[in-house]
């Protein structure tokens, strides 16, 4: 029985969910992180660390947790792995020294593009799509992220 925040979709509407939640979940889709990760010497938890920093603009690790969706103790160790592999140096804010922020070192940056364009790399399933098709999916997919 749907819940009541689900009636308010329509059955095509809960499918279009289903099938963009299983491609982006696939077993195979995860493993090319996981291996990605494990290519480039880091764990996977650190791996999505690098996408949420950048060099020049320091991040309060209070927000990389939130979005890592892990909890503050746990982003501590995080950044110790990311500090300890030279991609990152964590420092006072500047105004607020009661809070620790991180940004990526020069190395921390160039992992993070290598990253990055693993990350963006599609999977084999989308090369069904012709680029009509996969221009109109963007258009899509443009307008349900704004």
């Known amino acids: 029985m749907p819940s009541s925040s689900t009636a308010q979709f329509s059955p095509v509407a809960v499918e279009a969910w289903r099938q963009m939640r299983d491609?982006?979940?696939?077993?195979?889709?995860?493993?090319?992180?996981?291996d990605l990760?494990?290519?480039?010497?880091?764990?996977?938890?650190?791996?999505?660390?690098?996408?949420?920093?950048?060099?020049?603009?320091?991040?309060?690790?209070?927000?990389?947790?939130?979005?890592?969706?892990?909890?503050?103790?746990?982003?501590?160790?995080?950044?110790?792995?990311?500090?300890?592999?030279?991609?990152?140096k964590r420092t006072p804010h500047p105004t607020d020294r009661r809070i620790k922020v991180v940004e990526l070192t020069d190395q921390g940056?160039?992992?993070?593009?290598?990253?990055r364009a693993g990350?963006?790399?599609?999977?084999p399933s989308f090369a069904a799509l012709s680029e009509a098709e996969a221009e109109a999916?963007?258009?899509l997919l443009k307008k349900l992220s704004s």
């Open 23 to 34: 491609l982006s979940h696939h077993p195979d889709v995860l493993r090319r992180s996981h």
């Open 37 to 88: 990760a494990e290519e480039i010497g880091v764990t996977p938890t650190i791996a999505k660390a690098l996408l949420h920093l950048s060099s020049g603009r320091p991040t309060p690790m209070r927000d990389l947790a939130g979005a890592l969706r892990c909890d503050n103790s746990y982003v501590t160790s995080v950044v110790d792995g990311l500090e300890e592999q030279g991609m990152a």
């Open 109 to 115: 940056a160039l992992v993070a593009a290598r990253v």
């Open 119 to 123: 990350f963006d790399l599609p999977p």
């Open 137 to 139: 999916l963007l258009g």
